[in-house]
């Protein structure tokens, strides 16, 4: 399938009532901006390149988590979710908090980003039997509060690395141009 810009691709969060009493929702429309953009960012190329099955669905009510509303969520499919969904991931959507918040299809699509590098892929161990690698789950790169190197100053040289690394751009903190 060819992938389509974003401007192509309306997708409308649903309403509760579209769910019929359902948890999830399935939508044309979501997969397709998932396709778009997995297709637009050289660091998901990996989910295409290892042909890693992602289903990607709309969940009527997401949640909180450590008090804040859970917008989304990648999880690794095994067991029978794996043989039903036929997916190594399934990548849900809080239809209820997203409608709350008005999402407009660009900010569903930065969602989307955001779920979908939680993929990974290991490559196989010099023991693997199969010597095959396997699709992996990936945990964020760092964690922290938005205020928290400002007003500790807590590993500001590991937090500026990360960054610099991550956008690839040294100049981002203003300095002489050299990264760390």
Do not use: N
């Amino acid at each position: 399938m060819a992938a389509a810009t974003s401007e192509a691709i309306a997708v409308r969060v649903p309403t509760e009532a579209q769910f019929d009493g359902a948890d999830y929702l399935e939508s044309e429309a979501l997969e397709d901006l998932f396709v778009e953009v997995v297709g637009s960012y050289e660091r998901l190329a990996l989910i295409d390149d290892h042909d890693i099955r992602v289903r990607v669905l709309w969940k009527r009510k997401g949640g909180r988590s450590h008090g804040g509303a859970v917008l989304g969520k990648c999880v690794k499919a095994g067991g029978l979710v794996r043989h039903f969904g036929q997916a190594a991931f399934v990548i849900w959507l809080a239809a209820d908090h997203l409608e709350e918040a008005e999402y407009t299809t660009a900010e569903l699509r930065k969602l989307l980003y955001h779920e979908a590098r939680h993929i990974g892929w290991e490559q196989p161990s010099e023991t693997a039997e199969d010597g095959e690698g396997r699709p992996v789950l990936v945990g964020h790169d760092a964690e922290l509060f938005l205020g928290e190197v400002e007003d500790t100053g807590a590993d500001w040289e590991r937090f500026r690395r990360l960054l610099a690394a991550e956008f690839r751009a040294p100049c981002l903190f203003g300095d002489d141009g050299d990264t760390p």
